[in-house]
């Protein structure tokens, strides 16, 4: 039986991998998951210098989900690179950087800071976060601002990169396509949709920030539908990610054309989530007589 | 991998103790083996629709039988759904989680304010059994429905206020400090961040050291989503910015590390 699956000449053991963000930079949950398991570890956002982000409250729990403005609060790359880059590099496991920044030359600077890391696998470039003012959405919801980062990224990364999409356009196919034409080697989505909540007991807003990213099962459906729109629009592979709870959640983005996943808010409410979709893939596959996980991704058209 | 699990826990009790304060005792005889004061729980509910864990101060630990008591209040639908369970019932649980209090000093003054006051029963306790340690602790009380007071007098000199007056010193905690003329070499403090404010200060002015336990919104519990910091005095060691988590890095803090 194989779940390996290849992004931008990058194998990994199994498709699925952590959401940004979510998981640190894996030392929190290597408590509680062996982290070798992992088809890999995407980190928190890295700037080039550290950020405080936001105040709060940063998060509020909602109906099958939460909303976070956590507002990328980050030690910057250089700690990363000196402390959390010797920590999991003792796994085998692939590591993908998840990229933040206000401006391009921000961005250009993590990536560059990071080309004579031979340890890091991928750059994920997140130009989708809602929760800060300058950059990250700024790039996420303009095709030409998308395109240009991606190819100014691409021309200084050592790594392949991907471009992680923001959900909040109003044709994601479009996005997409901007990220293809700037080089992008594979692109993720989504990113959280941007969403309020109101404290009605307090008469204020229920996250300091007063919008915050909407995730987990709430908004599953409508990143399955982007995953196949995004997936059917360009050529190279999709990571897919929004509300995957269980090795169902995560079979539906496969099946709809991704090639990876990630899971993020599940990690809250079960510590052990992405080691129960890892093995509930091989018992799918197992159950069903399916050879190869290729069999699966995109075989719903 | 590390000494926090996340298991489903077997409820050995569940009573009511004021109106709409409960008490739970679960057996998990990992985490009663290696859990200290202060340190607190992630309860989870068993509906799909809240995701988020509840954090819940341990408020004693029975390593013997290796049970664990929480004490709370209901606040909102998790407590609620919590509230219903029965004894022989199951609820999913994470922990130990956080750094808990550190037991210094000879002459200990505990502050535990409404909800807080929980996890002053278990620092009693252990603190009474330090040698030569006088314990004295003030509770604060919305009214005259008090919990656990009684509890706590196995272990300490307990005062008591109470916002309307109709039990102990009329006001919060630290008036009570006052009519009594008490004194410390450690302040251990649990309770809103008023109360939390004024004895900062009043540490502060005294020349006592003491640690506050705060409160924060939580998402992972473990120190890996940046939820749920509060604002530190020097830079943090993890995000090298003046931002520390109160899941990993307290709950329990100096009072001259946090600005509140
Ligand atoms: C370290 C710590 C220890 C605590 N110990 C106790 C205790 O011993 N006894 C007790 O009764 N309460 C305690 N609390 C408060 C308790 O966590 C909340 O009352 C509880 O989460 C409310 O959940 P709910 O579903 O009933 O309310 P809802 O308002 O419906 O909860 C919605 C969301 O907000 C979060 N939330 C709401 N209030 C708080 C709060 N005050 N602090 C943090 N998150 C909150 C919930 O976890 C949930 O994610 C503690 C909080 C912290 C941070
Ligand atoms: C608390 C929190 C923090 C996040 N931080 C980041 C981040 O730093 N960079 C990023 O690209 N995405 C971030 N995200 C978005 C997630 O990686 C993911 O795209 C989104 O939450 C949808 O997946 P999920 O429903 O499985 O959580 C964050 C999400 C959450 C809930
Ligand atoms: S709740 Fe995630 S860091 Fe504290």
Redesign the pocket.
Known sequence: MNTEVVIAGVSLKNPVMTASGTF?SGE?YSEFVDLNRLGGVVTKGMANVPWPGNKTPR?AEIACGMMNAIGLQNPGIDVFIKRDLPFLKQFHTNIIVNVCGKTIEDYCEVVERLSDEPDVSMLEINISCPNVKEGGIAFGQDPKAAERITSEVKKRARQPIIMKLSPNVTDITVMAKAAQEGGADAISLINTLTGMKIDINRRTFAVANKTGGVSGPAIKPIAVRMVYQAANAVKIPVIGMGGIMTVEDALEFIMAGATAVSIGTAN?ANPYATIEVIEGIERFMENNGVEDIHELIGCVK | MGEKRKVRAVITGLTKLAEDIFSMWIEESFMAGSAKAGQFLALYSDSAERLLPRPISICEIDREKGRLRMVFRVAGAGTEEFSQKKEGDSISVMGPLGNGYALKGKKALLFGGGIGIPPMLELAKELAQEPGCEVQAVLGYRDSRLFLKEELEAYARVYVSTEDGSAGTKGNVLDAVKEHGLTADMIYACGPKPMLKGIQKFAEACHIPAQLSLE??????????????CESKETDSHSHVKNK????DGPVFSAEEIVL
């Open positions: 640190g929190e998060i809250f | 924060e919104k939580m998402a992972c519990g473990i120190g890996a989503c940046l939820a749920c910091v988590r109160v899941c990993k």
